[in-house]
């Protein structure tokens, strides 16, 4: 995945959103597979103190 901090400067911004609507249409309909996180077990757990 890359950041764009400006999206406008590299799409139009009608079609960014048409592409968002899309992928959470196709989401909600079934029609997507999301990956599975990865996760780490750290010693001491996420946020040792």
Request: hydrophobic share 35%; charged share 20%.
């Amino acid at each position: 995945m890359q950041y764009y901090p400006s999206p406008e400067e590299v799409t139009e911004v009608d079609i960014l959103i048409s592409a968002i609507e899309s992928a959470f249409m196709n989401n909600g309909a079934g029609k997507s597979v999301i990956p599975p996180k990865i996760y780490v077990d750290l010693p001491g757990g996420d946020f040792p103190e």
